[in-house]
């Protein structure tokens, strides 16, 4: 009898198993939410480009390849249906690098039919290699001294200064990406009155007429697309004349 026992325990076994299983119900799993955004596409590049959507944090990541240099972005957003987004699908977003940079901060607003919403903060990320600038004043206690430009009977007499590092980059076409910029101690900024570049490792910088740049000390900004440098140590400027 034990033999028989030992045989026919299994089989009660699993008829109780499928007696339980019978028993199971079904669970739906929950609805989709109705105010997504499903998918971001960077339509103005040679090749179309998608953003990652991340719903969890609420933000699109775009890889943007520095080399492209967009300063506009055509994003084409698709949503859930019967959901509106804003800004609209295919709108022109300007100022690139300030996206990339934080400086300027891009929410789109996902608004379903029944009145839920969703924002997304945009990211850019333009992978552009770390922007390297030396310093020009080594001693703080001795700052480096240059001339401003002027203008001497009518005719301009400018000075220059050069500044090194690297990934100051130029575009495809030959023009300079960087912009250099005079802060004084009070925080006034001017913009240099030209900047030329030698390949990716040098700047030639044109200063402000002495009308425009008091004689002082002044930090230098460099601005290269997505990336900032500010010098640590500030320069003195004087006037010729």
Do not use: W
């Not at 900024?189 to 425009?212: G, Q, R």
């Amino acid at each position: 009898m034990n033999y028989i026992h030992n045989i026919l325990s299994p089989a009660l076994l699993a008829l109780g198993l499928l007696a339980a299983c019978t028993d199971t119900e079904t669970v739906e799993p929950p609805a989709p939410l109705a105010n997504r955004i499903l998918t971001y596409e960077v339509a103005n590049t040679a090749a179309p480009l998608y953003g990652a959507v991340n719903d969890q944090d609420s933000t699109i990541k775009v890889y943007l390849p520095y080399f492209y240099y967009l300063t506009v972005l055509e994003g084409n957003v698709t949503v859930s249906e019967g959901a509106t987004v804003t800004p609209a699908s295919g709108t022109l977003l300007r100022n690139v690098p300030a996206i990339a940079k934080g400086d300027t901060t891009v929410f789109y607003d996902v608004t379903a039919a029944d009145g839920s919403s969703n924002r997304y903060r945009l990211l850019v990320d333009t992978r552009q290699p770390t922007l390297v600038v030396d310093e020009l004043t080594t001693d703080p206690e001795t700052p480096a001294a240059f001339y401003s430009s002027v203008m001497y009977k009518g005719t301009p007499i400018y000075s220059g200064l050069m500044l090194t590092g690297k990934n100051l980059f130029k575009t495809a076409q030959g023009n300079v990406l960087a912009k250099v910029t005079f802060i004084a101690e009070d925080g006034t900024e001017m913009p240099a009155l030209d900047v030329a570049s030698n390949e990716s490792i040098s700047l030639m910088v044109t200063l402000p007429l002495n009308t425009d740049l008091p004689n002082g000390l002044y930090t230098i900004r460099v601005d290269c697309y997505s990336q900032s440098v500010t010098l640590k140590n500030p320069v003195q400027i004087t006037s010729p004349l």
